[in-house]
C-alpha cells in the first residue's frame, strides 16, 4: 500500500493568513493526488484532482502543486469558512489511501 | 445535482454481517463507479471498495476476504456487506461517486459523496 503522510498533523491560523499543508507519499505517484476538506460531522468535500485542478466550485485561495511524492496545498487567505480537517489522497493505485489529515484550528 | 444517501443498522453484533445501502439520485448510475469509504472515530478516510454500474468491482485488500459491494441499476443502489465484523469496523461509513479526469491518462477522485452513517459494532 501507498503511505501518505501529511504534515503537521494540526496548526492554528488566524482569518488572512496563508495557510501551508504538506503531503508527501512513500513512493512516486505523479499526478495522482487529490485533496479533501471535513468538516465535523460532515462527508469530505473534493478540493483538487490530478494534483493542481480546482473542483468545480471551490474558491480560488486554494491552490496545489507537486509531483512524483511531495505535494502541498495552500489556502492564500484563510476564511472563516476554511476551519477544517484537510486530507490528502492517493488514485495511482489500489488500495487508494488518504494521509492522517491536518486540522487548521482558529487561533 | 447527484446525491447519495446511505441507509441501514446503526449498531451491528460482533461476528455478526453488517450490510449497507447506497441510494443514488439526481443523477445516472450509469457510467460511473460507486465507492464505500469508512472513517473511524478520529482517523482518516479508509477505501473499502468500488463498483462500476456493470458490475466490475474492486477491494482493499484488506477487507477483500469480508467484502462483497453489489450495485442494482434499476434501483439506482449499491450496497455493501461486511462479514464477521468486530470492535475495528465501528466507523462511519460513506458512500461516494468516482470521477474522473482525462488528458493523457485517467485521474479519479471522490466527487459526491453521502453524508455518511454511523454503524456501531458492539454486542
Known amino acids: 500500500d501507498i503511505h501518505m503522510t501529511q504534515s503537521p498533523s494540526s496548526l492554528s491560523a488566524s482569518v488572512g493568513d496563508r495557510v501551508t499543508i504538506t503531503c508527501r507519499a512513500n513512493?512516486?505517484?505523479?499526478?495522482?493526488l487529490n485533496w479533501y476538506q471535513q468538516k465535523p460531522g460532515k462527508a469530505p468535500k473534493l478540493l483538487i484532482y490530478?494534483?493542481?485542478s480546482l473542483q468545480s466550485g471551490v474558491p480560488s485561495r486554494f491552490r496545489s502543486s507537486g509531483s512524483e511524492t511531495d505535494f502541498t496545498l495552500t489556502i492564500s487567505s484563510l476564511q472563516p469558512e476554511d476551519f477544517a480537517t484537510y486530507y490528502c489522497?492517493?488514485?495511482?493505485?489500489?488500495?487508494?489511501?488518504f494521509g492522517q489529515g491536518t486540522k487548521v484550528e482558529i487561533k | 445535482q447527484v446525491q447519495l444517501q446511505e441507509s441501514g443498522p446503526g449498531l451491528v453484533k460482533p461476528s455478526e454481517t453488517l450490510s449497507l445501502i447506497c441510494t443514488v439520485s439526481g443523477g445516472s448510475i450509469s457510467n460511473y463507479y460507486w465507492s464505500w469509504i469508512r472513517q473511524p472515530p478520529g482517523k482518516g478516510p479508509e477505501w473499502i471498495g468500488s463498483?462500476?454500474?456493470?458490475?466490475?468491482?474492486n477491494y482493499n485488500p484488506s477487507l477483500k476476504s469480508r467484502v462483497t459491494i453489489s450495485v442494482d441499476t434499476s434501483k439506482k443502489q449499491f450496497s455493501l456487506k461486511l462479514s464477521s465484523v468486530t470492535a475495528a469496523d465501528t466507523a462511519v461509513y460513506f458512500c461516494a461517486r468516482r470521477g474522473s479526469y482525462y488528458d493523457t491518462v485517467g485521474y479519479y477522485y471522490f466527487d459526491y459523496w453521502g453524508p455518511g452513517t454511523l454503524v456501531t459494532v458492539s454486542s
Open positions: 463498483i462500476h454500474y456493470s458490475g466490475n468491482t
Open positions: 489522497q492517493q488514485s495511482y493505485s489500489i488500495p487508494w489511501t
Open positions: 490530478a494534483a493542481s
Open positions: 513512493q512516486s505517484i505523479k499526478k495522482y
